[in-house]
């Protein structure tokens, strides 16, 4: 069924019964929903199985269910879990994951099949869900956030958890748990993501853990007045499944290390006094990029996001102060993290980015972000491919954009054919046009002084300086231009045939629509291009 649609401030059509996006400024006065009372007593919350914790949560039809990625492509709590809602024939669920993984896809389309699970409103999708939301084939509109637009939207009663189930890597038998201390292979560092879920899941917060201890659990990221059952299961996934893709460190390339200078040129064109800077470098960010700054004289204050073991030897060597920590990027990190309290803040997706209170974002003086597509009004897609196919997570790119003082966004002109700098992105993920200062390519940086841009003059100030530290500027027309000409060297990728119907909408940090995800009819055509 088509929807009727209404026009939001960035000129994106979204479906009527959602909330338009009005701009940069959150004019949104949230009503704050109260935490769930979970009762007075002080007793063993120990279920005998995944069954009997369901059965006891109260858990039904059309119900709203969410787990956490705290393991990434390691997790096994979501298989496990749903493989008993499946069992038990439930109907109608919705799922709101904080993200999906490739490790989940299979459950959940065999759940997706069975009329189990009819819409999904969380972080992220990949893979075959991405095509089968792309030509149609969920009953419900997809939804997509960033990690502190979910934690806010649950705050505030946009979405509505029933029953959450939180992986652990140790709990006490009344649920006090954490990911730092357990099996090698189970830990995973801060369970941030469940923070909200905890407070305000309406029926239950179930904790699966393979190691529950007889005494109190110490490393607290959830305690036992937010938890109503407690499973002892046979593992909780393997954290050597916590690097992948997105998160692997990077070498240093010689692009890699242009980009470097072009930071070490922003910071120093900053001109920061009394204080080291605080940046975010991206989660593949390693040992040899913070070498390289320091190399150049930029000390780092403060990271912020996720924590790998390189970064843990950035701080070991004393060339980053101290860490803000969301999750874990390898094993290594995960067993680490528990031993570097004095150096180590976590902090939950309230913390972040919220934007109903300070978030730790604004604290970024520099922070550098990616983009699958980029265009000449700096808007910024990280959701779908080219082809219109849901592919990735929007993570924490719109509340890093949203907060950091200077917004860098790093992309090449093409990918193999495929126009990465546009005219026009397939969906807006980031209103860049409000918060990205400098799109920077291989083959130069380019400014964004436009009206839309508060800091448009401060960024042409910037521009000058970064200049007498010989960054190379380009114009937009001009970086367009040759993102064409150099496509044009490539096969030409199949395009997407749009229909008419909705099967997904973007949402900003305050619950607006930001963009529409739209059918696609060629779905078959684009897979089996791909697959040559």
């Known amino acids: 069924m088509t929807a009727n649609l209404i026009k939001n401030a960035i000129g994106r059509y979204i479906p009527e019964s959602y909330r338009p996006f009005k701009g940069p400024d959150i004019d949104y006065v949230p009503k704050f929903i109260p935490e769930v009372f979970r009762g007075t007593r002080t007793e063993s919350k120990v279920r005998g199985s995944i069954r009997d914790a369901i059965e006891r949560t109260g858990l039904v039809d059309g119900d709203t269910i969410s787990f956490h990625h705290g393991l990434r492509n390691g997790d096994a709590v979501l298989e496990q879990v749903m493989r008993v809602i499946i069992d038990m024939n439930f109907r109608n669920l919705v799922l709101a994951p904080t993200s999906l993984f490739p490790c989940h896809i299979p459950i959940i389309m065999e759940a997706i099949e069975k009329g189990v699970v009819v819409q ?9 869900l991405g095509y089968l939301i792309a030509s149609g084939g969920m009953k419900h509109i997809f939804e997509t956030r960033s990690h502190s637009g979910r934690a806010a939207d649950i705050e505030t009663g946009q979405l509505e958890i029933d029953v959450a189930f939180c992986a652990a890597s140790s709990s006490d038998r009344f649920g006090n748990c954490n990911g730092w201390r357990g099996l090698p292979n189970s830990v995973f560092g801060f369970a941030s993501f469940m923070v909200p879920d905890a407070k305000f899941s309406r029926k239950g917060f179930v904790v699966l853990t393979d190691d529950l201890i007889s005494g109190i659990s110490p490393y607290l990221s959830i305690g036992m007045q937010q938890v109503t059952d407690v499973v002892e299961v046979p593992t909780i996934g393997d954290n050597h499944g916590l690097s992948s893709g997105e998160t692997a460190t990077q070498n240093i390339t010689p692009e890699r290390l242009k980009t470097l200078s072009n930071i070490v040129s922003v910071v120093k064109a900053m001109e920061i006094k009394d204080r080291l800077p605080c940046v975010q470098l991206g989660s593949g960010t390693g040992l040899a990029a913070i070498n390289h700054l320091a ?8 990271m912020i996001g996720g924590v790998t073991e390189d970064l843990i030897a950035a701080v070991n060597a004393g060339l980053v102060k101290q860490l803000y920590n969301g999750q874990c990027f390898d094993r290594v990190a ?16 309230l913390q972040y980015g919220s ?23 700096f808007d910024v897609n990280v959701t779908t491919f080219s082809n219109g196919i849901p592919s990735k997570a929007i993570g924490g790119h719109t509340e890093v954009a949203h907060g ?3 917004v860098i966004v790093q992309a090449p002109l093409n990918r ?14 980031t209103p860049g046009r409000y918060f990205v200062d400098f799109i920077m390519t291989p083959d130069g940086m380019i400014i964004n002084d436009q009206k839309t841009n508060a800091k448009a003059a401060r960024n042409i100030e910037l ?26 060297e490539f096969p030409k990728p199949l395009k997407p045939v749009f229909g008419d119907r909705v099967v997904g909408v973007v949402k900003y940090l305050d619950g607006t629509a930001l963009d529409s995800i739209r059918e696609v009819k060629n779905v078959e055509e684009i897979r089996a291009q791909k697959g040559k």
């Open 120 to 128: 999904i409103r969380g972080g992220s999708v990949r893979g075959d």
């Open 295 to 302: 190399k150049e004289g930029i000390s780092i204050d403060m």
């Open 334 to 349: 995960a067993i680490t993290m528990r031993s570097m309290w004095h150096v180590n803040t976590p902090m939950d997706m």
């Open 355 to 377: 934007p109903y209170r300070a978030p730790v974002t604004g604290l970024l003086d520099v922070a550098l972000l990616g983009a699958i597509e980029v265009d000449r009004n």
């Open 404 to 406: 950091a003082s200077v």
């Open 416 to 429: 193999r054919g495929n126009i990465i700098l546009r005219d026009s992105v397939t969906t807006v993920s």
């Open 463 to 488: 521009k000058k300086k970064m200049q007498g530290y010989g960054v190379k500027f380009v114009s937009m027309d001009e970086a367009v231009s040759l993102a064409k000409s150099k496509a044009s």
